[in-house]
């Protein structure tokens, strides 16, 4: 299976946009992950160069500092989660990492308790460190959400297009502030705990489309080749790129046409240093009621004609139709932030324990 490598540059020019629109096309039914370069973003390496300074500015800082912002204060799950506290395919991850998203109010204190409002609380503000310590830190964050999201939304109409689908297919799904999210995430290199294998264990996206900034040379990042033996790829990093992943919303949405792939990261051996990352989640509204849209049969056709061999890692929660995206989404931090269900939402931790 080969990752495709997609030039951005091309849908500018009349005559290349074709050619990538059909390995977009390509790439969306038979890879769910492919690079994409020439972002087309002001001075994007320039900007990824300050991502990575301020990243690793952050990982360095006291540990008291980071645990002040501890994700386990925010209902939102925004903030620091320390070397191993989260957890994937039922293993610690080998990793620590700081979560945050468009800055956006909190709903009010009243839907924490109301079931069918408590998803709201996937929005929320950010836990952000002391200038004093980091002073780059905000703005460089804030300005690569900014960037990230208008290309993240304009990106949507090239997907429309490479699916036969009107540009505005999508619209449906976005709201005007629309709340993205990403992570900065530390690999150490000589990280172990008894309950971890992986850097981050075997798992499928469950947002819309993720774009991965890979900051370092390590080649830790493998995806499931799940059309042949199930053997696991190496995705390593190309400078100025981004790795994008269909998640598996955009999986439901296209009735399976898009494929959301299985992958994980390898944790780095000892002696090549710490591995950093920063993977950016683009979301839909989370007050959708999950629906799907049109596809066109040619393209059902083609996804009817594939076939999938090895393990398909799913949505634990899968949306149903019955509730709002959010109910599903908010599930699923839970599994994954126990410290954080435990202290802001403990029947529903409960609730989600009894199924795993
Ligand atoms: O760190 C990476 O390269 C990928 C991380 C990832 O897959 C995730 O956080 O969903
Ligand atoms: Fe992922």
Known sequence: MIVPILDLSQAF????????ILQLRDALLSVGFFYVTNVPIDDHPGLLQSLTSQATEFFALPSESKSRLSMANSP??????GFASEITANARDLREHIEL????????KSTLTKEDEVW?????????PEPEQI???RPVVERYISETSKFARWFISLVAEALSLDPSAFDAFFKPNQQCKMKLVKYPESGAHPDGVHGCGAHRDSNFLTYLYQATPHVSLQIQDRLNSGAWVDVPPIPDTLVVA?????????????TATVHRVLAPEPGIGDRLSVPFFQT????????????PEELLRLRDARTERGEKIGFQFAADGSKPVGWTVLLNRIKSHRDVAQRWYPELLAYVLAQV
């Open 135 to 137: 002073p780059q830190f």
């Open 284 to 295: 839909i509204d989370a007050a959708c009621v999950a629906s799907s849209l049109e596809i």
């Open 246 to 258: 269909v998640g598996q919303t955009l999986e439901y949405i296209t009735k399976g046409v898009c």
């Open 120 to 128: 709201r609380n996937l929005e929320g503000p950010n836990q952000w």
């Open 101 to 108: 998203a468009t800055e956006l109010p909190a709903p009010p």
């Open 13 to 20: 020019d009349k005559e290349a946009r074709s050619e990538l």
């Open 76 to 81: 939102h799950f925004l903030g620091y989660s």
